[in-house]
Protein backbone atom coordinates (compact mmCIF):
# COMPACT_ATOMS: atom_id res chain seq x y z
CA UNK A 1 0.00 0.00 0.00
CA UNK A 2 1.02 3.43 -0.72
CA UNK A 3 0.37 6.07 1.19
CA UNK A 4 -0.28 9.41 0.03
CA UNK A 5 2.42 12.09 0.76
CA UNK A 6 1.02 16.05 1.22
CA UNK A 7 1.61 18.69 -1.04
CA UNK A 8 2.00 21.42 1.52
CA UNK A 9 5.92 20.99 3.86
CA UNK A 10 4.11 22.45 6.76
CA UNK A 11 1.21 19.96 6.81
CA UNK A 12 3.81 17.47 6.78
CA UNK A 13 5.76 18.71 9.51
CA UNK A 14 2.39 18.83 11.45
CA UNK A 15 1.17 15.16 10.61
CA UNK A 16 4.75 14.12 11.63
CA UNK A 17 4.05 15.31 14.91
CA UNK A 18 1.42 13.81 15.75
CA UNK A 19 1.70 11.32 18.57
CA UNK A 20 1.71 7.25 16.74
CA UNK A 21 2.43 5.65 20.30
CA UNK A 22 1.82 6.37 23.66
CA UNK A 23 -0.92 8.74 23.48
CA UNK A 24 -3.34 9.16 26.34
CA UNK A 25 -5.97 6.87 25.93
CA UNK A 26 -3.48 4.33 25.49
CA UNK A 27 -2.00 5.62 28.51
CA UNK A 28 -4.90 5.14 30.48
CA UNK A 29 -5.60 1.65 29.27
CA UNK A 30 -2.03 0.27 30.18
CA UNK A 31 -2.49 1.83 33.36
CA UNK A 32 -5.90 -0.01 33.89
CA UNK A 33 -4.80 -3.14 32.95
CA UNK A 34 -1.80 -2.70 34.79
CA UNK A 35 -4.02 -2.25 38.23
CA UNK A 36 -6.23 -5.51 36.91
CA UNK A 37 -3.06 -7.29 37.63
CA UNK A 38 -2.50 -7.53 33.92
CA UNK A 39 0.98 -7.66 32.50
CA UNK A 40 1.49 -6.91 27.92
CA UNK A 41 3.77 -6.11 25.73
CA UNK A 42 3.22 -2.96 23.92
CA UNK A 43 4.49 -1.93 20.68
CA UNK A 44 4.60 -5.54 19.84
CA UNK A 45 5.95 -6.01 16.53
CA UNK A 46 3.46 -9.31 16.33
CA UNK A 47 2.78 -10.08 12.76
CA UNK A 48 4.76 -8.51 9.53
CA UNK A 49 6.26 -5.82 11.41
CA UNK A 50 2.47 -4.44 12.10
CA UNK A 51 3.12 -3.38 15.52
CA UNK A 52 0.04 -3.87 18.40
CA UNK A 53 -0.32 -0.94 20.80
CA UNK A 54 -0.93 -3.50 23.59
CA UNK A 55 0.24 -7.17 22.95
CA UNK A 56 -0.86 -10.28 25.28
CA UNK A 57 1.57 -12.52 23.22
CA UNK A 58 0.91 -16.16 25.10
CA UNK A 59 -2.90 -15.17 24.81
CA UNK A 60 -2.21 -14.61 20.92
CA UNK A 61 -4.38 -11.30 21.68
CA UNK A 62 -3.50 -7.63 19.97
CA UNK A 63 -5.25 -4.57 20.67
CA UNK A 64 -4.90 -1.24 18.57
CA UNK A 65 -6.80 1.94 19.77
CA UNK A 66 -7.52 3.87 17.01
CA UNK A 67 -8.15 7.90 16.68
CA UNK A 68 -11.30 8.16 15.47
CA UNK A 69 -9.91 11.14 12.56
CA UNK A 70 -7.30 8.74 11.69
CA UNK A 71 -9.47 6.06 11.44
CA UNK A 72 -12.38 6.96 9.96
CA UNK A 73 -14.68 6.21 12.93
CA UNK A 74 -18.41 6.08 11.62
CA UNK A 75 -19.84 7.63 14.77
CA UNK A 76 -16.67 10.85 14.97
CA UNK A 77 -14.83 10.46 12.35
CA UNK A 78 -14.39 13.57 9.67
CA UNK A 79 -12.71 14.70 6.81
CA UNK A 80 -11.19 18.26 6.09
CA UNK A 81 -12.71 20.70 3.33
CA UNK A 82 -9.21 21.39 1.87
CA UNK A 83 -7.58 19.27 -0.28
CA UNK A 84 -10.66 16.97 -0.05
CA UNK A 85 -8.84 14.34 -2.72
CA UNK A 86 -5.74 13.79 -0.77
CA UNK A 87 -7.56 13.40 2.14
CA UNK A 88 -9.57 10.85 0.94
CA UNK A 89 -6.61 8.82 -0.12
CA UNK A 90 -4.67 9.42 2.83
CA UNK A 91 -7.99 8.40 5.18
CA UNK A 92 -8.71 5.60 3.19
CA UNK A 93 -5.10 3.74 2.98
CA UNK A 94 -5.26 4.14 6.76
CA UNK A 95 -8.97 1.79 7.13
CA UNK A 96 -7.54 -0.31 4.16
CA UNK A 97 -4.13 -0.96 6.38
CA UNK A 98 -6.05 -1.54 9.42
CA UNK A 99 -8.69 -4.55 7.03
CA UNK A 100 -5.06 -5.78 6.11
CA UNK A 101 -3.63 -5.49 9.49
CA UNK A 102 -6.36 -7.74 10.99
CA UNK A 103 -6.43 -9.79 8.64
CA UNK A 104 -2.64 -10.97 8.96
CA UNK A 105 -2.92 -11.97 12.64
CA UNK A 106 -6.13 -13.36 12.23
CA UNK A 107 -4.33 -15.85 9.71
CA UNK A 108 -1.65 -16.23 12.52
CA UNK A 109 -3.92 -17.12 14.67
CA UNK A 110 -4.35 -14.12 17.03
CA UNK A 111 -7.13 -12.55 18.50
CA UNK A 112 -7.49 -8.60 17.20
CA UNK A 113 -9.25 -5.97 19.08
CA UNK A 114 -9.72 -2.52 17.79
CA UNK A 115 -10.80 0.85 20.43
CA UNK A 116 -12.19 3.58 18.75
CA UNK A 117 -10.52 6.93 21.01
CA UNK A 118 -14.29 7.67 21.98
CA UNK A 119 -14.60 4.32 24.44
CA UNK A 120 -13.94 4.83 27.87
CA UNK A 121 -11.28 3.36 29.21
CA UNK A 122 -12.96 1.26 31.75
CA UNK A 123 -15.08 -0.29 29.21
CA UNK A 124 -11.63 -0.94 27.41
CA UNK A 125 -10.39 -3.01 29.83
CA UNK A 126 -12.98 -5.09 31.33
CA UNK A 127 -13.68 -6.30 27.22
CA UNK A 128 -9.98 -7.03 27.31
CA UNK A 129 -10.15 -8.50 30.76
CA UNK A 130 -13.63 -10.80 29.40
CA UNK A 131 -11.64 -11.67 26.28
CA UNK A 132 -8.46 -13.28 28.18
CA UNK A 133 -10.27 -14.90 30.58
CA UNK A 134 -12.26 -16.51 28.28
CA UNK A 135 -9.30 -17.66 26.09
CA UNK A 136 -7.69 -18.52 29.34
CA UNK A 137 -10.40 -21.26 30.16
CA UNK A 138 -10.81 -22.86 27.06
CA UNK A 139 -6.48 -23.25 26.87
CA UNK A 140 -7.62 -24.73 30.78
CA UNK A 141 -10.32 -27.20 28.62
CA UNK A 142 -8.20 -27.94 26.14
CA UNK A 143 -5.42 -29.29 28.67
CA UNK A 144 -7.29 -30.92 30.69
CA UNK A 145 -8.70 -32.88 27.53
CA UNK A 146 -5.07 -33.65 26.72
CA UNK A 147 -5.43 -31.54 23.62
CA UNK A 148 -1.69 -30.43 22.11
CA UNK A 149 -1.64 -26.31 22.18
CA UNK A 150 1.68 -25.72 20.63
CA UNK A 151 1.89 -24.77 16.69
CA UNK A 152 2.15 -27.28 14.58
CA UNK A 153 6.28 -26.50 13.69
CA UNK A 154 6.67 -26.50 17.11
CA UNK A 155 5.10 -29.98 18.21
CA UNK A 156 8.50 -31.57 17.33
CA UNK A 157 10.64 -29.23 18.96
CA UNK A 158 11.09 -30.10 23.08
CA UNK A 159 10.05 -27.08 24.60
CA UNK A 160 9.60 -26.31 28.47
CA UNK A 161 5.95 -25.18 27.92
CA UNK A 162 5.79 -29.09 25.54
CA UNK A 163 7.60 -31.08 28.86
CA UNK A 164 4.47 -29.62 31.08
CA UNK A 165 1.87 -30.52 28.93
CA UNK A 166 3.15 -34.07 28.22
CA UNK A 167 3.44 -33.90 32.28
CA UNK A 168 7.27 -34.36 32.23
CA UNK A 169 7.91 -31.98 34.43
CA UNK A 170 6.64 -29.65 37.04
CA UNK A 171 6.62 -25.54 36.00
CA UNK A 172 8.33 -25.09 38.88
CA UNK A 173 11.41 -26.21 37.53
CA UNK A 174 11.74 -25.50 34.31
CA UNK A 175 15.24 -24.35 33.00
CA UNK A 176 16.25 -25.00 36.31
CA UNK A 177 14.44 -22.02 37.76
CA UNK A 178 11.86 -21.91 40.76
CA UNK A 179 8.57 -20.60 39.94
CA UNK A 180 7.63 -17.83 42.21
CA UNK A 181 6.64 -18.88 45.81
CA UNK A 182 7.91 -22.52 44.99
CA UNK A 183 10.55 -23.70 47.63
CA UNK A 184 13.43 -25.74 47.11
CA UNK A 185 17.12 -26.36 45.97
CA UNK A 186 17.47 -25.39 41.98
CA UNK A 187 17.99 -28.09 39.96
CA UNK A 188 20.31 -28.21 36.74
CA UNK A 189 18.76 -27.67 33.48
CA UNK A 190 17.55 -31.30 32.16
Not at 54 to 71: E, K, N, S, T, Y
Not at 123 to 148: D, F, H, M, N, P
Amino acid sequence: MKTPRPRDRALAERMSRQRAKDTKLELDVRKGLHAMGLRFRIHFPGVDCRYADIAFPRARLAIFIDGCFWHVCPEHGSKPKHNREWWDAKLSTNVDRDRDTNSRYEACGWTVLRFWEHVETARICAEISRVLKSSRSSTTQAQRRGVALLPAADAERPTAQAAVFAGLTSSATIRGRRAPGVRGSRQPPA
